[in-house]
Each structure stands twice: as C-alpha cells, then as structure tokens.
C-alpha cells in the first residue's frame, strides 16, 4: 500500500505565495509522474501542474509563470511553489503519483483560499 501525505495548504492574500508538499511512503519502486491537481466548488477537477522522474514538467495555462513544480525522487517527494497567487486559485489542491508504473495513488487533498 502506497499512502500520499499533503502539507501547506492555508490561507492567504492575493499577491501572496505557499508551497504544497507531498511525501509519498510504502511499497515504492518507481513514481512516474508526480503531479498536483485543483479542485474548486462547483468545477471538476483539473491539473496543475505535473513533473517526470527525469525533471520534466508541464503546466496548466492559467498557472504558467507563477507556479513551480519540483522534486526530491531519494525523498519521493513533490512540492508545487506557487506565486503570485489569485483568487481564483482557490480550491483543494490534490496530490497525485503513479506508483509502479500501473497505480495511481492520490492524496487526501489541502484547502488553498486566497482572499482577495
């Protein structure tokens, strides 16, 4: 069993940053891709933001510029640096791995509100 544990979520003004964190642990060989997805009330969940393995990244248009997805493959861990952020930012953040290649694992989701 392979668990995604969240952390960073929060509150905070537009103009203002946070960083999300996501620790994955268990039976873990390989985790490819890494990536982060929004959830907002009334809207279907979208991608983020996701990364390889090898260090390659893509980004949803409306966060291009202002987030930053990295990771830590000896720690199998994935942070999402966001900037700048908006209002319209808000949602449940959710963390997602494919685990040994065929499983895809999510997280229990953190709260980003960004007052404005």
């Known amino acids: 069993q392979v668990e995604l544990v969240e952390s960073g979520g929060g509150l905070v003004q537009a103009g203002g940053s946070l960083r999300l964190s996501c620790a994955a642990s268990?039976?873990?060989?390989?985790?490819?891709?890494m990536a982060w997805y929004r959830q907002a009330p009334g809207k279907q969940r979208e991608l983020v933001a996701a990364?390889?393995?090898?260090?390659?990244?893509n980004y949803a248009d409306s966060v291009k510029g202002r987030f930053t997805i990295s990771r830590d493959n000896a720690k199998n861990t994935v942070y999402l640096q966001m900037n700048s952020l908006k209002p319209e930012d808000t949602a449940v953040y959710y963390c997602n791995a494919v685990v040994n290649t065929i499983w895809t694992y999510w997280g229990q989701g953190t709260q980003v509100t960004v007052s404005s």
């Open positions: 268990g039976s873990i060989f390989s985790i490819d891709p």
């Open positions: 990364i390889t393995s090898t260090g390659s990244t």
